[in-house]
């Protein structure tokens, strides 16, 4: 069998690849080919050691109008990176990866195709690759989704804890692709996520964390992640005073440099001197932080074997990104989690729910509206800018979960129900059957 993969790329994080490597692993290991598309060069590299990477160039015709579109909803480079984000579902994804014209989306659509005509797949594996389904149907070859409850055709709903708030109006996505769908004689879309169906879905979690309801076609399989326990034990982790609670911190790349810079001071803040070992990962943006007479009792490394720290830490302060959940559910430990956007915030209340977690935001702000025009209309978005979480409140969130024991409790809980599930080979087992 060979299988060609399309996972999204054009974001910050490593997520949708890692998905999509970890079950390319598992269908190589039964003897199948497989290769993977890509929008960008950014991991090209990364990938190409073990598998054929195809990169789809980026449209020279209309190129500027993609820019201008995006530039609409970055901020002014003499104002701070908004510390949170809020949006109502993949409609802004569509603006985020580029696809502002029916030139562009059918340029790659096109390239797409040259591609399934090079490497000749059985099937096709998306992961949020919003244009991956649309290939699908032109080629006629089985479409693998891998979802998840917010971008389920069925069931997509990105702000479930509560009422979405006034003021949110996404793009009009469905007036850019009906037109394209029309002409290939497909059904229309009212949202983005309507772009994501298939033949298969594969869930990479648990019911309790996407309660997605299994129809035959929707099939939970826990986690899919490249990470290993069995690392090499750093040093200087090795000398770490075991007496005291360890704390892992990880915000991720998705914050900028001003709001980044806050949440570690502040965090310093709320460690310093207490009765608990810390590790802060910065990430290799943010690795050149002017802090000044860091404790003892508190290291700062722009990049540390995140899993291998999960299973060693007490508790993980983390800023709610997907894989990095996963992660932590299967290690069975207790969070604190600050998002910096709303599907982050989404992860962190399902864990909250479960009482493994707590949520929190780095401001109080009322939620600002930012109107932007694009050539479908305008569309809206909110986000808060002021940072205004104290040292001291951090520092009582973090004394609350450590010594609540319930906290841990659920965490185990949890971690069980993710290892009961079949991981990559359920999900290459139910692949298969496509075949």
Known sequence: MRILFFPSDRGGGFGHISRCII????????????????????????????????????????????????????????????????????????????????EHIEYIINKYQEIVKTFKPDIMVSDTNLLAWILSRKVGLPMVQIVRYASHPETAKLIWWQNEKEGMNPPNTGLLFNPIL?????????????LLRGDLYIVPSIPEIEPIPQDGKTIHVGQLSLAEIDEIVPEWLRDVNHDYPMIYMTIG?????????????????????????????????????????????????????????????D???????????????????PSLIIPFQTEQEGNGRRMEQLGCARVVHWSKEVYQKVEVNWEYGQYTYLQQNRFDMTADELSN????????????????????????LGGAIQALNMCEKLH
């Open 23 to 102: 079950l390319a692993q598992e269908a190589r290991d039964r003897g199948y080919s497989c290769a993977f598309v890509l929008n960008d060069v950014k991991y090209e590299r990364q990938i190409s050691v073990k598998y054929p990477v195809f990169v789809v160039e980026r449209v020279r015709s209309g190129y500027k109008q993609i820019i201008s579109s995006l530039m609409r909803i970055l901020p002014k480079k003499d104002k701070p990176e908004p510390l949170y984000i809020g949006i109502s579902g993949l409609d802004y994804q569509i603006i985020r990866d580029g696809l502002v014209t029916h």
């Open 182 to 194: 029309e002409r290939l004689g497909l059904n229309y879309i009212e949202k983005a996520e309507q």
């Open 253 to 313: 790349g998705g914050a900028g440099p001003v709001g980044n810079k806050l949440c570690f001071d502040t965090a310093i803040q709320a460690l310093t001197d207490k009765p608990v070992n810390a590790v802060i990962s910065t990430s290799s943006k943010f690795c050149k932080l002017d802090v000044k007479n860091i404790p003892k009792n508190i290291k700062l490394f722009s990049w540390v074997p995140g899993r291998l720290l999960i299973s060693r830490a």
């Open 315 to 333: 508790l993980i302060l983390f800023h709610g990104g997907y894989g990095t959940m996963m992660e932590i559910l299967s290690c069975g430990k």
């Open 397 to 420: 969130l973090i004394t609350e979960i450590l010594t609540n024991e319930k906290y841990r409790e659920n965490a185990r809980n949890i971690q069980g129900k993710v290892r009961d």
